[in-house]
């Protein structure tokens, strides 16, 4: 089996900064695209941001300049740093990761953590 944990989350004050990570365990022969994910109440899931096993990265447009992901592939972990966070970026943050696990013949497998929220608020 495989698991995504996600930590970080909480609540900060608009113009600030918050850290999220997530790391990937179990059974796994290697990972693609990792990337984020959020959802606020009321919206459908939306992409934050990804990136490829070799450091590729795409943002939607909201958190260009803002948001950076970044991932250990050693440690199987992703990271989203945010700053200059604002209220429109209260969601609960998901990390996803495609993975290729043994046994599958290739197989690619998307994977979802369990969620964390961000709330930014004064």
């Known amino acids: 089996q495989v698991q995504l944990v996600e930590s970080g989350g909480g609540l900060v004050q608009p113009g600030g900064s918050l850290s999220l990570s997530c790391a990937a365990s179990g059974s796994i022969l290697r990972i693609n695209t990792m990337g984020w994910y959020r959802q606020a109440p009321g919206k459908q899931r939306e992409l934050v941001a990804k990136?490829?096993?070799?450091?590729?990265?795409d943002y939607t447009d909201s958190v260009k300049g803002r948001f950076i992901i970044s991932r250990v592939n050693a440690s199987n972990t992703v990271y989203l740093q945010m700053r200059s966070l604002k209220p429109e970026d209260t969601a609960v943050y998901y990390c996803n990761a495609d993975i290729v696990r043994p046994g599958y013949d290739g197989a690619v497998f998307r994977y979802w953590g369990q969620g964390t929220q961000v709330t930014v608020s004064s």
């Open positions: 990136i490829t096993s070799a450091g590729s990265t």
